[in-house]
């Protein structure tokens, strides 16, 4: 059993949580997650919720997530020296690149991953080489980790929704207007985290213009560990047969984002 060592609110419904799990932590990589158990009583709600690793350090983890339902509302209920039953780390993360420029897209409580990760290649960068930031949300108060990038230096572009605060509409149009502006030989390498229809749009970008990109799958997940399969993810396949002909053909097959993710590269995916 782990014991809570903050639980503050960012922002309305926004909550930044800190865990004390030294032998979790000395395991753990920037873009896994864990299980938490957030049950009130013996058995309810049975099922753990899965939620993205933000920082590692030596004393344990620290987490940021979203109050969206009974789950999380029993977790914003807990406080300092409050037990909290976490198992993992699980999943596979972002790759650390030191050799490229990296722009890292993230909607909403999709920022979580890429703290851990910009803090391990911050100070790492190869020289001429460095790391971009888009924000997008429906709203400002939609963005409540901001002051936390201050540490690293990052000033990130924004997008809202509503344009309440940077440029008025989707990050990725932000990203592509951005993209038109930059100069290079070579392109960015993309990494994105948040809603769904936000990472197919990038993947859809990176497509076009020939870019590399690696995505965050966001799915339901029950068990953590592939065998549920409730967090599935198509994917393209290409039979045996087509790779003896030398045919471009591919059929569908199936990942876990637990265990296989919740990484993937963008072009795997069968959008």
Known sequence: MNTIIFNKELSPGYF??????????????????????????????????PMGIMFIEKWGIEILYQLVGRGTYIISRMGPGDPIDVIGPFGNGFQLRHDRDIWI?????????????????????????????????????????????????????????????????LVTELVENSLSESHGKDGPLLLASGPFGMLRALADLAVRRGLECFVSIDRRMA????????????????????QESGESGAGISYKCACTDGPVFNAREIVW
């Open 16 to 49: 930044h949580m800190g865990i004390s799990a030294p032998e979790l932590a000395g395991k753990a990589k920037p873009g896994q997650f864990v299980m938490i158990s957030v049950r009130d009583g013996r058995y309810d709600p049975i099922l753990r919720r």
């Open 105 to 169: 897209i993230a909607g909403g409580c999709g920022l979580a991953p890429f703290f851990e990760l910009v803090k391990q290649l911050s100070h790492k960068m190869e020289k001429g080489k460095k790391i971009t930031m888009f924000l997008g949300a429906r709203t400002y108060p939609d963005l409540p980790a901001l002051g936390l990038l201050e540490r690293f230096g990052i000033k990130p572009g924004i997008a809202t929704e509503d344009g309440s605060a940077g440029f008025h509409g």
């Open 223 to 242: 068990c953590g560990f592939g065998v549920c399969l409730g967090c599935v993810v198509p994917v393209k396949q290409v039979s045996e047969d087509a």
